[in-house]
């Protein structure tokens, strides 16, 4: 049987693997300041922070590519620490209650016996 030109284990028919140039060049920005936002609205407990951290870090991982999770890239970390940020930050408006509820308006005050 001859040889077939088309035989794949032929080495004058091999190429080299190369990646993308974007793939290696490209860091993981956005997912680190998510993380960072996450922080700083944990310490500060302004909701304000939270928002951009879960919609940051929600687009950083849509846009992740492998070799950016081989390099250190966060991955599925920003979007967990968001999350708990935002439970973090929501929770004692549900579970911390007033004391005392205030009078209607226009009713008149009682004063305690």
């Known amino acids: 049987m001859a040889p077939s030109s088309k035989d794949p284990r032929d080495d004058s ?10 793939w290696a060049t490209a860091s993981d920005n956005a997912s680190s300041s998510a993380m960072l ?9 302004n909701q304000l ?21 081989k390099d250190g890239g966060m991955g599925f970390t920003a ?21 005392s509820v205030p009078a209607p308006l226009g009713a008149q005050a009682v004063p305690p016996s």
């Not at 936002?37 to 407990?45: K, P, W």
């Open 79 to 99: 979007i967990l620490a968001a999350v708990g940020c935002l439970i973090t930050v929501s929770l004692p408006r549900f579970i911390i209650q007033p004391d």
């Open 13 to 22: 028919l091999s190429v080299s693997f190369t990646l993308p140039k974007s």
């Open 37 to 45: 936002l996450s922080g700083v609205a944990m310490i500060t407990r």
């Open 49 to 69: 922070f939270v928002w951009p951290a879960l919609f940051m870090s929600v687009s950083a991982y849509l846009n992740q590519q492998p070799l950016r999770l």
